[in-house]
């Protein structure tokens, strides 16, 4: 496989595809929001139960291609058990790697598993496919009643 | 050709009477098609040599748009560079060149689909422009509330939203010809669709997502019987299969240059000269007027009521050398030779394990679309990509007919006089690597 292929379909990435982690609807969430990626068909729904700003306990369903499933799966591996503050800084910085904005290797380091997204930046067409889980949990946590979309 | 003197325009306008019904230089038109020569067609496309990610490309997006000939990039260089100057009422030489040059695609394009009047065909935008055309000048001219327009479960978008765009003005009902499973139409119950609000039967010819060819003689016979108009969008047709809007006997018909080899931003309206006539216009401005004052304007001739502004000259003139292109090498040659292709690649595609084919109807035209169970349509667009090869993932703009066959999107190969068998043998290497990756 080409190197900058490989860079992208990680085997993380690969493995979050096949097996997806937290890929079910969550029976006590208190908060949730519907993500729609208009170009592809990629569609979302974040589920999260919040308690006293404490992400408890998070799940999604939806389709998609392997970077947005496999960006859902580790994202809600990451998120649960964070409070609502970190997981808008967690966001923050995913959203600058996926972009190409955040380059230093110990930053990217230090977002841990998350940084297999890295090879994401050479594929400007497929931002929109790592982001879109992200956004929809973002919009879940705020408790915004609007469908998210990647347009 | 009839008589010129019935297409000379009457009263003003004089200028124009050059254009309009003068006799064509047979030269302009029948190019005699030679033998079928596949190694000189490619070598006519210079972006046929590139390399993507080190690999030759191996172009398969030809429904979303084909690769232009030499002779149409030089067509535009020549333009440009020897011609450009606003057409009609220029007394200017320049003026007259670029005039004549243009009327001159006009009638290609009104001999390539044997109308029978330049008057009926109109320069657009693009097949989309086409249809909201006719759908603007039949809000205008013909549709009252409640009013129905049939439609297929395979159009693309923008045989749809043209139609739902005005809702706040008029509500015009919009009515499906169901599809089955392998993507036909099921025309059953068609006629009994009609009734006597129907003002219009608006129909894919090709559908581009599954490459159905559909009965469309039948469709307008029965649309026919009962006095209503048929519009075809023949965006995926025009380039495939022999298209005679005489003998389809079709009112409208709507096609883009950019998928005929030609330029984008221009496209085509074929309309029954009787029909253009009795329709309001589409736009105002220059060109479309014979004349203006505060009080009103009177509507120039066919087909400039239906060109406000200042056309897309290059572009139009492009289309024609395009067209030229297309009748040189023989549209029937063209056509026998993607149908070889596309059934030597559905048999091909066949041997990938996981694959599915979706839109199998009987009678197909050059588009190939697939999906597979465990690997979503972009991861396979992203690795066929560095494999060179260009195809279209999604939902091709066609959300209803991926909604019939449940599916979010599937990948679209679609092909062009210029793809070969060794192309496709590519395409299905590719596919099988991609399948080990993801199993």
Aim: charged share 25%.
């Amino acid at each position: 496989m080409d190197t900058e292929l490989r860079e992208l379909y990680q085997q993380v990435i690969l493995d979050h595809n096949k097996s997806p982690r937290n890929f079910k609807k969550l029976e006590n969430a208190n908060q949730d929001a519907e993500g729609y990626n208009p170009l592809c068909g990629d569609k979302i729904h974040i589920y999260l139960n919040v308690e006293d700003g404490i992400v408890k306990d998070i799940s999604f369903i939806g389709s998609g291609c392997a970077i947005s499933k496999a960006s859902a799966s580790l994202m809600s591996t990451i998120i649960k058990g964070k409070s609502k503050e970190e997981a808008g800084i967690i966001f923050e910085k995913f959203h600058d790697l996926v972009t190409g904005k955040l380059t230093g290797e110990a930053e990217i380091e230090e977002l841990g598993k998350l940084a297999v997204f890295a090879g994401v930046r050479d594929f400007p067409a497929r931002v929109k496919c790592a982001s879109l889980a992200w956004h929809t949990m973002m919009t879940a946590l705020q408790g915004k009643d609007e469908k998210v979309t990647t347009e | 050709m009839p008589a010129a003197a019935h297409f000379y325009p009457q009263g003003a306008e004089l200028q124009r009477k050059n254009y309009i019904g003068r006799k064509v230089n047979k030269t302009e038109l029948h190019i005699e098609p030679k033998a079928f020569d596949l190694e000189k067609i490619r070598r006519d496309f210079p972006i046929l040599g590139l390399q993507v990610h080190g690999k030759p490309l191996c172009y398969l997006d030809n429904a979303a748009t084909t690769q232009k000939p030499q002779a149409v990039i030089d067509s535009l260089v020549q333009y440009y560079s020897s011609m450009n100057a606003n057409i009609h009422r220029g007394v200017h030489h320049l003026s007259e060149v670029s005039t004549k040059a243009f009327e001159d695609a006009r009638i290609k394009v009104k001999s390539f689909i044997n109308a029978s009047s330049e008057k009926e065909i109109i320069f657009t935008r693009g097949t989309t422009e086409s249809i909201n055309l006719v759908a603007n000048s039949f809000l205008r001219g013909r549709f009252e509330d409640g009013d129905e327009v049939i439609i297929t479960g395979m159009e693309h978008h923008s045989n749809i939203v043209p139609w739902q765009l005005f809702d706040s003005i008029k509500k015009i009902k919009l009515r499906i010809v169901p599809v089955d499973d392998n993507g036909e139409l099921i025309l059953d119950d068609f006629e009994k669709m009609i009734n006597e609000k129907t003002k219009l039967v608006s129909v894919v010819y090709v559908s581009n997502s599954l490459g159905t060819i559909n009965p469309v003689e039948k469709i307008i016979s029965a649309a026919h019987k009962h006095n209503v108009p048929v519009l075809l969008d023949a965006a995926q047709a025009i380039q495939h299969i022999p298209v005679d809007v005489r003998k389809l006997d079709c009112d409208f018909l709507a096609f883009s240059g950019h998928k005929i080899y030609g330029p984008t931003g221009i496209g085509i309206l074929y309309g029954k000269e009787k029909l253009l006539d009795e329709l309001p216009p589409f736009l105002g401005g220059g060109d479309m007027i014979s004349k203006v004052t505060f009080n009103g304007t009177t509507f120039n001739q066919l087909p400039y009521k239906f060109e406000a502004g200042t056309s897309n000259i290059a572009d139009a003139i492009a289309l024609g050398t395009a067209i030229d292109y297309v009748a040189g090498i023989g549209i029937d040659a063209i056509s026998s030779h993607e149908t070889e292709i596309l059934e030597y690649a559905s048999a091909k595609v066949a041997e990938v394990p996981g694959l599915k084919i979706i839109g199998t109807a009987k009678n197909k035209s050059s588009v190939l679309s697939f999906i597979f169970d465990n690997i979503h349509p972009h991861d396979v667009g992203t690795f066929l990509d560095f494999e060179g090869i260009a195809v279209r993932t999604g939902h091709h703009c066609t959300q209803p007919i991926m909604d019939r066959f449940c599916i979010p999107a599937t990948t679209r190969a679609s092909f062009a006089m210029y793809n070969t068998k060794e192309e496709v043998d590519i395409l299905v290497r590719g596919l099988k690597k991609i399948t080990e990756v993801f199993n």
